[in-house]
């Protein structure tokens, strides 16, 4: 068996799909921060506790929600509302109702901050993120609640040189789908070039009678809807619990900014290979597998400092 | 009184007086010491930052590396090395400049959230390298840390003696602060913060500027951790981790960016609310700074001592009109 | 307006707000005619569930039994959340100590806090009895006259796991350890167990605290080709670990022994990630009619049962009560000699007693999870597989760096 420092070939082809698993979460959570940053200027700390809300909005839906009956002190109320729902269909209301909280958020926080420096926004989605989080803790604690992989993608398909869980292949997918997706409908499409226009010079814009608030509240929905996605693909794979988010909104803030802040493609090949480059640690110098990216951050900001993909505004 | 009628500059030394005046009164009128010796700890951090925030323009995302970072010296040189506590907080001080120097070399060649950012990283492998360092004992910490005898002849162990040298550390770096700020070397920083490309083009060399602002803001960081080391007896990863940069922010945020009161203000109501809230809130904390947070950056920009300031000129200003 | 009155208003506020910020710190003086309990945990973090609001609910169960006063004065709780920061848990025990009168420390989770505030009782000399906290140096190399562990420590718990699975045939280990200071102890304690016992560990890797994702050490652990899986980890990444061994069907081919693992964990992975999977606690509630009757007094409360930190907290707190109730005192070494004197014999232990560097010594339980099939109402998860009694499970004089126990 042919060894690459010690480490089996096929470990190491293991090890480098695993990191391409990985890699799929960061561009998908980088993507919709790319997003968020390149089109609005903010810088949104809130986002892994989206991310956090999508898991909790699928958990929920499988747990069932049951509100027939609400004890509200002695009262009894009769509110009649039930619901269940799968991992498909939680795919999604998941970024639905993330989608829905970051419209409240920009219509009721953050307009007031654009015409402010940036660092305000990023405060501002911090302090959201810390209040979300707690509140969660209280409710939930903090030992999380499990999530079941659907039926229908349980089991592990044998790719020879490592046994990979069905699962995983799928999030690796969907996540490729999803980067496209976004990708295509912000650089290709009349749609995203009127978004891109509207946040770059927003007077002219409107006055071409383009609703221009509108747009930028979608724009931060949309973002967030997307870690919200990120949060239902990961509820099977993880933990579901309050903390999941800020345990990775770092390094996903590592990843766009090597990326480049403004750049969707940037953070999608990013997420991509930092996933990879993350696995490759993890067998090498596994201690170091948090750190690696920061690593890599303070290189790139040396020697690129716009980020890879990045143009310096 | 003709004396207080020259500027707000009085008035606003009036208000110092008085405030020194109760801390050093504060142990005998049944204020806890070592609460306030705390608190001054982080006040000592908070206007360590805001020396770059505030008058510089710098949001570093990562000076808990600099605080905890010369915590974690400090208890080493005390505890391993046995030195006495003035040549161990030099120690940490040091070690925090160096780091400064360091960090703050990257970082400065960016502007704005991306120097944010480098900071971020930079401070999270710093921190990365005190959880791996075997000096530093992991999750536990360095645990019981004797404060020893200041100069060799001060026993530090009584809680009163530790509060007044901690106070007088604080009214030292806060004269030195004041000293910087209203300095032509100052001016030049707040010229910097309100328009950079003007300074440029007027021959500054804004980059050594700027270096020179965020070594004595770290190195001031490292201070006010170094001391905490001798009041609490201890040092942990709690005080690298990036949360605890964040803390900083909110202390400055809250207090007021860019005053000299705010950060001292942020750092005693922030302290004071997470000891008053542990035992009361429990674990609504946590959900409760986050409210204050959010709450600070949308209505109470100027923060605590900017809103009073602000409001203070009003009022003067409606004075005036009436005259 | 005039400057002096501005200049005024403005120490008003400032003055104001310092009051409010120091609020927390005025406490009043000593008040020598309560007997006052101080509990700081972890109360909204990532060890909040198996100690945390339900430690609160024991120790109050605890004062309720003793009949909430002793000999006229009125037994008091005051309780704090340190956040997982020694800072907070150091300042606020020190606080309670100088200012507000309590008469002894019960230390819930994360060990990095109880080490600080041992230290602080051990300077104020009073007594801190430890639950929650692991870390065997309490009792070890950084043991002190008035610190009690009373539930567990990571010695125990790898005397039970590592000696009892590696002596029913689980002879080649591979480990999975968080890389922090608990991390290793728990897995260089275990790792010298299996060693004693006949077996041999085959490899080690290290993760960092907190890592999300767990694949790629396991497929290094499935590599190894080791019948057992050591966990030397704790919480969420114990969880995290788990969920994907059974993901990538590493549980085919290794058994987990969890070596940090509470109920509350079984219960948030389910029994069908979980099942077959071996570990050691100091207590079970469903094992005796006694902890039976106790967990559903629990449970009505909590709606959830309790876990075996939940359960030392009362029984300390009833002990430390039954002693000051014996010699009629709150003074720490009195209360303290008539501690190490008694029998601890309660619902927690059986047998139980305080040794000279202040392990409170108790029989510890090797369990397995059972199987979904098996269990035949909520909470009921382990079967109880081993015993391991008394001094057994605890660190030998001989290997003990304890300057207080000599």
Same mark, same amino acid.
């Given at each position: 068996m042919t060894e690459i420092f010690g480490v089996p070939v096929q470990a190491l082809l293991g090890q480098l799909m695993l990191g391409l698993v990985n890699g799929s979460f960061y561009a998908m959570l980088s993507l919709g921060l790319a997003v968020i940053f390149g089109l609005l200027g903010v810088v949104n700390f809130a986002h892994g506790a989206m991310y956090m809300l999508g898991a909790y909005v699928?958990?929920?839906?499988?747990?069932?929600?049951?509100?027939?009956?609400?004890?509200?002190?002695?009262?009894?109320?009769?509110?009649?509302?039930?619901?269940?729902?799968?991992?498909?269909?939680?795919?999604?209301?998941?970024?639905?109702?993330?989608?829905?909280?970051?419209?409240?958020?920009?219509?009721?926080?953050?307009?007031?901050?654009?015409?402010?420096?940036?660092?305000?926004?990023?405060?501002?989605t911090f302090g959201l993120a810390l209040i979300v989080q707690g509140v969660f803790l209280q409710f939930y604690g903090s030992s999380g609640q499990s999530y079941d992989t659907p039926e229908a993608l349980s089991g592990a398909i044998n790719l020879g040189f490592m046994i990979l869980p069905k699962y995983r292949g799928f999030v690796i997918v969907a996540s490729l789908v999803v980067c496209f997706g976004t990708w295509f409908l912000i650089e290709r499409t009349r749609l995203g070039a009127l978004l891109r226009a509207g946040t770059e010079n927003p007077s002219l814009v409107q006055a071409f009678g383009v609703n221009v608030p509108l747009m930028v509240t979608l724009t931060y929905a949309g973002g967030a809807a997307l870690a919200g996605l990120a949060g239902v693909l990961a509820a099977p794979v993880i933990q579901v619990t309050p903390l999941m988010g800020s345990n990775l909104i770092i390094v996903v803030f590592a990843v766009v900014v090597i990326g480049g802040m403004g750049s969707i493609i940037g953070s999608i090949v990013t997420g991509l290979v930092l996933g990879v480059l993350e696995g490759l640690t993890r067998v090498f110098y596994p201690e170091a597998s948090n750190v690696v990216v920061f690593f890599i951050m303070a290189i790139v900001l040396m020697i690129r400092p716009a980020g890879l993909f990045g143009k310096e505004k | 009184m003709s004396w207080l009628g020259n500027g707000t500059q009085r008035a606003g030394k009036i208000v110092w007086i008085l405030a020194l005046a109760f801390?050093?009164?504060?142990?005998?009128?049944?204020?806890?010491?070592?609460?306030?010796?705390?608190?001054?700890?982080?006040?000592?951090?908070?206007?360590?930052?805001?020396?770059?925030?505030?008058?510089?323009?710098?949001?570093?995302?990562?000076?808990?590396?600099?605080?905890?970072?010369?915590?974690?010296?400090?208890?080493?040189?005390?505890?391993?090395?046995?030195?006495?506590?003035?040549?161990?907080?030099?120690?940490?001080?040091?070690?925090?400049?160096?780091?400064?120097?360091?960090?703050?070399?990257?970082?400065?060649?960016?502007?704005?959230?991306?120097?944010?950012?480098?900071?971020?990283?930079?401070?999270?492998?710093?921190?990365?390298?005190?959880?791996?360092?075997?000096?530093?004992?992991?999750?536990?910490?360095?645990?019981?840390?004797?404060?020893?005898?200041?100069?060799?002849?001060?026993?530090?162990?009584?809680?009163?003696?530790?509060?007044?040298?901690?106070?007088?550390?604080?009214?030292?770096?806060?004269?030195?602060?004041?000293?910087?700020?209203?300095?032509?070397?100052?001016?030049?920083?707040?010229?910097?913060?309100?328009?950079?490309?003007?300074?440029?083009?007027?021959?500054?060399?804004?980059?050594?500027?700027?270096?020179?602002?965020?070594?004595?803001?770290?190195?001031?960081?490292?201070?006010?951790?170094?001391?905490?080391?001798?009041?609490?007896?201890?040092?942990?990863?709690?005080?690298?981790?990036?949360?605890?940069?964040?803390?900083?922010?909110?202390?400055?945020?809250?207090?007021?960016?860019?005053?000299?009161?705010?950060?001292?203000?942020?750092?005693?109501?922030?302290?004071?609310?997470?000891?008053?809230?542990?035992?009361?809130?429990?674990?609504?904390?946590?959900?409760?700074?986050?409210?204050?947070?959010?709450?600070?950056?949308?209505?109470?920009?100027?923060?605590?001592?900017?809103?009073?300031?602000?409001?203070?000129?009003?009022?003067?200003?409606?004075?005036?009109?009436?005259? | 307006m005039s400057k002096p009155f501005s200049a005024a208003l403005k120490t008003v506020a400032i003055a104001c707000l310092g009051a409010l910020g120091l609020a927390g710190a005025a406490q009043a003086q000593i008040s020598g005619d309560v007997i006052r309990i101080g509990f700081i945990t972890d109360l909204s973090g990532v060890y909040s569930d198996i100690d945390g609001q339900g430690g609160i609910e024991a120790i109050k169960m605890a004062i309720a039994d003793a009949g909430g006063s002793i000999a006229g004065k009125k037994i008091e709780l005051v309780t704090a959340d340190h956040q997982n920061k020694p800072d907070v848990a150091a300042s606020k025990a020190r606080e309670w100590f100088d200012t507000a009168g309590v008469d002894i420390l019960i230390a819930g989770t994360n060990s990095g806090t109880n080490l600080a505030m041992s230290k602080v009782a051990a300077e104020k000399h009073k007594i801190m009895i430890s639950v929650g906290g692991g870390t065997s140096a309490l009792t070890n190399e950084q043991c002190t006259p008035t610190t009690i562990h009373w539930a567990y420590d990571t010695t125990a718990l790898a005397k039970g796991t590592g000696g009892a699975v *590696?002596? &029913?045939? /689980?002879?080649?280990?591979?480990?999975?350890?968080?890389?922090?200071?608990?991390?290793?102890?728990?897995?260089?304690?275990?790792a010298r167990v299996v060693e004693a016992n006949g077996g041999k560990v085959l490899g080690v890797v290290k993760h960092p605290l907190s890592a999300s994702d767990f694949s790629s050490f396991l497929l290094q652990a499935q590599a190894s080709k080791a019948q057992i899986l050591g966990l030397a980890n704790a919480g969420g990444d114990t969880i995290n670990a788990i969920k994907a061994a059974n993901e990538f069907g590493i549980t085919k081919s290794m058994k987990l022994a969890g070596l940090l693992m509470f109920i509350q964990d079984v219960h948030s992975l389910g029994l069908k990630t979980t099942q077959g999977m071996y570990l050691t606690d100091s207590?079970?509630?469903?094992?005796?009619?006694? *902890?039976? &009757?106790? /967990?559903?007094?629990?449970?009505?409360?909590?709606?959830?049962?309790?876990g075996s930190l939940q359960a030392g907290d009362y029984s300390a707190v009833a002990n430390y009560l039954a002693a000051v109730k014996a010699t009629g005192t709150d003074d720490t070494d009195k209360v303290l000699a008539k501690m190490k004197a008694s029998k601890v014999n309660d619902v927690f232990a059986k047998d139980g007693w305080i040794r000279g560097d202040g392990s409170m010594i108790h029989d510890m339980y090797l369990m397995q999870v059972k199987t979904p099939e098996a269990s035949k109402e909520p909470w009921d998860y382990y079967n109880v597989v081993e015993t391991i009694k008394g001094e057994a499970a605890w660190t030998t004089k001989a290997e003990s760096k304890c300057a207080a126990w000599k």
């Open positions: 699928a958990w929920l839906g499988l747990d069932g929600v049951d509100l027939t009956h609400v004890q509200v002190g002695s009262q009894v109320l009769n509110l009649g509302i039930q619901f269940h729902f799968n991992f498909w269909t939680a795919l999604l209301v998941g970024p639905l109702v993330v989608g829905l909280v970051g419209v409240v958020v920009e219509k009721l926080l953050l307009k007031r901050l654009y015409k402010l420096d940036p660092l305000y926004g990023l405060l501002l | 801390l050093l009164a504060a142990p005998f009128v049944g204020v806890y010491p070592i609460f306030v010796a705390q608190a001054l700890c982080f006040a000592i951090f908070a206007i360590a930052f805001n020396l770059l925030l505030g008058y510089t323009g710098l949001l570093s995302f990562g000076h808990a590396a600099f605080f905890g970072g010369a915590a974690y010296v400090t208890a080493w040189l005390l505890q391993a090395q046995h030195l006495t506590p003035e040549l161990a907080l030099v120690g940490g001080v040091l070690a925090a400049a160096g780091a400064g120097v360091v960090i703050g070399a990257i970082a400065i060649r960016r502007q704005g959230i991306y120097f944010a950012m480098v900071t971020l990283a930079l401070a999270y492998m710093l921190s990365f390298f005190f959880l791996e360092a075997p000096f530093t004992g992991g999750e536990n910490g360095l645990q019981g840390i004797e404060r020893g005898k200041l100069f060799g002849l001060i026993s530090l162990e009584n809680d009163l003696a530790l509060y007044y040298f901690v106070l007088a550390v604080f009214v030292a770096v806060f004269l030195f602060v004041l000293r910087v700020v209203h300095s032509p070397y100052g001016q030049v920083l707040k010229a910097i913060r309100e328009n950079e490309p003007r300074a440029i083009s007027l021959g500054y060399n804004v980059d050594r500027y700027k270096l020179l602002a965020f070594v004595l803001s770290a190195s001031l960081a490292g201070l006010g951790g170094a001391l905490k080391v001798l009041v609490l007896h201890l040092a942990t990863l709690q005080d690298v981790r990036w949360e605890q940069s964040g803390e900083v922010i909110l202390m400055t945020l809250l207090g007021g960016l860019g005053t000299f009161a705010g950060p001292v203000v942020g750092a005693f109501t922030v302290v004071g609310l997470q000891n008053y809230l542990s035992d009361r809130a429990g674990s609504w904390t946590g959900v409760i700074i986050g409210c204050i947070f959010v709450l600070c950056v949308v209505a109470f920009r100027k923060g605590i001592v900017g809103e009073l300031l602000a409001w203070q000129q009003r009022r003067a200003a409606a004075a005036r009109r009436h005259d | *590696t002596k &029913a045939g /689980g002879k080649t280990w591979y480990f999975l350890q968080a890389d922090y200071a608990f991390g290793a102890a728990l897995e260089s304690d275990t207590w079970y509630w469903n094992k005796t009619p006694e *902890t039976r &009757a106790w /967990g559903r007094r629990y449970f009505d409360i909590m709606k959830k049962m309790p």
